[in-house]
């Protein structure tokens, strides 16, 4: 297989029910590797249960999640963790008070459970991954600085750096530069093309400037449903597409 197309997570005929209300319905998605795909659709389209239905956190009626031709759907949230998929929500839960480096050293997957944290050394591997993490983020000169007084920016890309530390396959971020400045928008674009140069990364996002910024594809949802797919200049000239954001 080309390593370059494959599909890293197929999803087909999703499916989930609140209380007979269908927030997810039919919802076939395919994931190739190195792409970054982004998830768009006005408000209660589906797509934050899309990321929960895939990272465990609610429970599919219908359907199959396959990450790397292996069915996830059922998992439990920890055992997806480690299958290799990684979720920033959009609230950071860094730790703020702790360094940028201690906040990524603990990140480390050494360190899980019980076991891992009483067993738990500062090898230079770890060292080195701080570092190269660090420096993938942008926040190599602030190791020491405790994360509490970082910007908005600086402590999202920190939680994005803590998500890089267990070497996600993929990396699921919602709304990435929601209430960021310009400077720091521009510099999580660039971020995110570089992050997917190693994964593959899916995002929900409002602001089309920034989805058309970083989009390798893009999927267009609404009322639970796909209406539309392809590359943003396709969906973005597709009428069904339009009228949907007019009409909104
Ligand atoms: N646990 C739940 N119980 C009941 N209804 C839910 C639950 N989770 C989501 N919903 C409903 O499912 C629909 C889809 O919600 P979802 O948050 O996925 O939309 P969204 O596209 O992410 O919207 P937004 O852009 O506003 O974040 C909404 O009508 C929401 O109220």
Not at 59 to 65: L, P, Y
Request: proline share 3%; with cysteine.
């Amino acid at each position: 297989m080309n390593i370059k197309n494959e599909t890293v997570l197929e999803i087909e005929d999703l499916g989930v029910s609140f209380d007979g209300f269908k927030a997810v319905d039919g919802f076939n998605f395919y994931l190739t590797r190195n792409h970054v795909h982004v998830i768009i659709g006005p408000n209660g389209a589906g797509k934050t249960t899309v990321l929960d239905l895939i990272c465990g956190k609610t429970r599919a009626t219908s359907g199959s999640i396959k990450f790397r031709n292996k069915e996830i759907r059922g998992k439990r949230e920890y055992r997806i963790v480690r299958e290799g998929i990684g979720r920033k929500f959009q609230n950071p839960s860094i730790y703020e008070n702790l360094t940028v480096f201690e906040n990524l050293e603990i990140s480390h997957p050494a360190g899980r459970g019980v076991i891992g944290c009483l067993l738990f050394r500062r090898t230079p591997e770890i060292l080195e991954r701080c570092r190269s993490v660090a420096e993938e983020i942008g926040l190599l000169e602030l190791m020491d600085t405790e994360a509490g007084i970082l910007s908005h920016g600086q402590k999202q890309w920190l939680e994005i750096g803590m998500l890089l530390m267990q070497e996600p396959e993929i990396i699921m971020l919602d709304e990435p530069v929601a209430g960021m400045s310009v400077k720091e928008r521009a510099a999580t674009a660039e971020l995110i093309r570089k992050i997917s140069m190693n994964r593959s990364v899916m995002v929900i996002e409002h602001d089309m400037e920034f989805v058309r910024e970083i989009a390798d594809r893009v999927t267009v949802m609404h009322l639970g449903k796909i209406l539309a797919e392809g590359s943003m200049d396709a969906v973005s000239n597709d009428p069904k597409v339009i009228e949907v954001y007019i009409g909104h």
